[in-house]
């Protein structure tokens, strides 16, 4: 296999390793002690440079942290710490804000850390600001790339969006070229960009492009981890101008990648539904721990929903840490309960209660008789959804759980679910995830168990092909109040997803349906827990729609 | 009193309409009909022009609908159709969004009307990103600065941040500055600046400088009206060169208001607390207009938080659209319920139940026995709080009423409420109200009933001086959990709002105890209701801190 170089040879005596801790947003202690323990391994390598992501010493995204007085200082002192132990070890690449005089006062930066000192500095110069991107709001633009000799090889250091000029989807493109300003014979790019089914295919296109246009290796580390609804696989992929590009890790794992003379082992993409699980698990594992907690609690209604939901938990965390409430109604199913169970025993979980909520959803439905008079319909639905919102929580503060919440994204877009009732969590993992792709994962998950750490498929087969239902009135189905879900995903992709006019939606007779529904559910969304984010866009902070707002004539 | 214009005489020949609609952010129908009915008026009062705000197009702000397919064409549709009414009516100045090459392909615009054309347009050139603004997420800079004559005079139009250059507190300095452009008798600036508690003082010193520095007459026109989170006071400033700055209107009403030839009336400066319920007021009463509702329900406890909202809401809405719940439990006192009583008679309000929670609380309690064991401490406390969310939300559900949460700005800070309990709502009006200021706006009221709108003071004595008490378990008071009130705000307040470093705040003692509440409850901030902002730093869209995070070391 031809390896890196233009000659095929010419890099071979460098040894950089890619490092990808796990950091935790605005533990500047824990983040440096992270970066420290990968330092000592470089050494022990004999690396000829450790790279680290952006931001790496607050973790990506710190946010309006960077606004507070004293924080921006004390991620400065941090990176002179780390500085320190290059005296005696690897130069070290490493992402940080640093104060530089401006509008705003601030730098995304990437120190160059070497012989004991910051020896200098790159400056990002494209800012992304877009869907979760607001990167202007703290930062100023670098206007120099910063070029090193490395072992008598010449390095050009980017971050990021730096790579990106006049091709973003974000924008119709920036105007500034740090390119322009490059040469180099590798070209060394942090970052830290969240993961997007599909994103990686278009990153390695233009890695192609950038390395051809320079004529120079290009290679990406990209942070690892969760933070909030954003979610790092740690990629890093390296392109030659020869035209090839290789993945040099499966990602979804903290540590270190290993560049070297040795022969390059690329790693297959991964599948794309392998994928989503791996990064619904990073999501949850992730804001499990990092909030310091051990288990999470959700509600078993014997649906698809929550059932893939205590499946990822599982995987992410192991079924002793997953914790079901089965919370029958006088309306729910012999079957549903059965389900629940089955999955249960097939995911090995051990805890898992049954609390009937009849008595519950009675004592609220005589305390209001006097208000109401007959207590019916929508409200008496809610009712139910909300005694179970009550019990999850509850069971969530006895025990010190963290409650997740089931809905999807389907259902969380035209509202089709109970706000402070089965919308109750902290997190919502499938809140960017369609209903058609909830079922396509639940198939996938039970074709490959081992892939995911099971022995037989995990997901009761009742409950992948039964008809949803929330089962809050007798008969209910999903399919009473909601289009089939393979046509109203594609209403939906189109409209959240790509900003589609109305006029351009497929589906058209469902379209006057399908947006009202939409937009008067958006104050639900305020509310929402945390979505964990997998698709262009998702409900959060990267989607600022006005809660009161007419969105159509 | 000496008028307008650098001779005192040279403007009198000009009569100016400042209107200031109530748009609806997206309503392009709505908004183009209120700017038309004020444009009649114009005609028949013989305007010389009509001044309409930052973005009266599509309300601001528009946010991501602005990203949309189509929407910004429909919304330069709907300015051609407004243009065609000046053919036989004043000229109008007016914000609007439109399409123009660019990294974004977007300006943030004000177009002047005439002649029943779109005859020019000023482009925004400083774009606010910071706090609740984000501006450069949609729009590109403006780079020239709209002269036009207006019946022999030279107007220059700016967009509201253009008058900043180089002061706002937001960043250090724009380093761009429209005002060197600047050459005209008279500057006219519409913007759209959310109300914060001291802004318009801070507002009249700038445009007194500017007025100064350009030797030119300076009209600022504000947004009337509230959108989800910010609200707009509809005010319109006059600064002349000579050193005099005059309000032109009390603001907090939509309409219009003129400068003519007339002796110039100023109007003083609302007094802070008047002006903090007004904004309150247009708050509620514009988020439950906008969603299509007509009525609030809220839970009454007889304290002092929901008391006050009650309050407000009459004002907003008047006492028959107040609907309140009384929901006692085992740990409620006599008196609360009595003060709750006494309140609602005071008000006039006419919907007040009394539920008592006890058989749900049991149901609640006897359900999770066998899982838990004894149901006890903040669990147990929760589940009353959570059994009250559910039947405010019942109410909401079955008779359309919008519910309101009634927390204040220090419990949400340390995060002493119940997510999906008292923090139920779909907006939370005293969210960025300290409890401190809570009984100064309670006493204020009280003092001032006529003012408005009540013959006698409304809120029962026994409310305000009792001691604040959640009565989750015997004998509870807030004393017991939180540090007293006035220390725990003035730390809140340097922490929150002033960005302050740890070792820079007052009250050091309590800072180890505040400041992990603050950053532990941050995730029931992520789901709390939309918070009413009269604050430099409220809870919501403008202050964006990781939900997951370590903020001290």
Known sequence: MLFWGKSGLEFRCLKILFGHPDPLVGDLTGNREGILRLHDEARALGASLLV??????????????????????????????????TLDGPPMLVGTPRSVPGARGLRNAVALLRNGEIEAFHDKWLLPGYDVFDEDRWFDSGDEVLHFDLEGKTVAVLCCEDLWHGVDAGVAGYSRDPLSQVNAELILSVSASPFVAGKAEV????????SQRTNAMVAVLNQFGAHDELLF????????????????????????????????VGHPDPDPLDELVHALACGIEGYVRKTGHESVVLGLSGGLDSA?????????????????????????????????????????MVHLHDVDIEPIHEALRLSLQPVLGNVEGVTDENLQARARGVLVMGLANAQGLLPLATGNKSELAVGYSTLYGDMCGALLPLGDVFKTKCYELAVHINRHPQ????????????????????ELRPDQCDADSLPAYDRLDRVLEAWIEHGKAEDALP????????LPMVQRSEFKRRQAPVVL??????FGPGRHIPVVARTRD
């Open 533 to 538: 984010k997998v698709s262009p866009k998702a």
């Open 507 to 514: 589906e058209s007779d469902l379209v006057g349906e399908i």
């Open 52 to 85: 680290l992501p952006e931001m790496a010493i607050t973790g990506y995204a710190p946010r309006d942290l960077l606004l507070r007085d004293g924080f921006v200082a004390a991620a400065e002192a941090s990176l002179a710490q780390l500085a320190s132990v």
């Open 451 to 470: 892939r995911f750490g099971f022995e037989e498929p995990p997901l009761p087969e009742n409950t992948i092909t039964k008809p949803p239902s929330a």
């Open 308 to 348: 893939l939901v205590a499946t990822l938990a599982a995987i992410a965390l192991g079924p002793e840490a997953v914790h079901g409430l089965c919370m029958p109604s006088r309306y729910s199913s012999a079957g549903s309960l059965e389900d629940a169970r089955a999955l249960a025993a097939r995911l090995g």
């Open 233 to 264: 696989d740690g990629r890093v992929l390296l392109a030659e101008p020869t035209g090839s590009v290789t993945r040099l890790n499966a990602g979804w794992v903290p540590g270190m990648t290993v560049l070297d003379g040795g022969d390059l």
């Open 203 to 210: 990153q390695k296109s233009r890695l192609l492009a950038v």
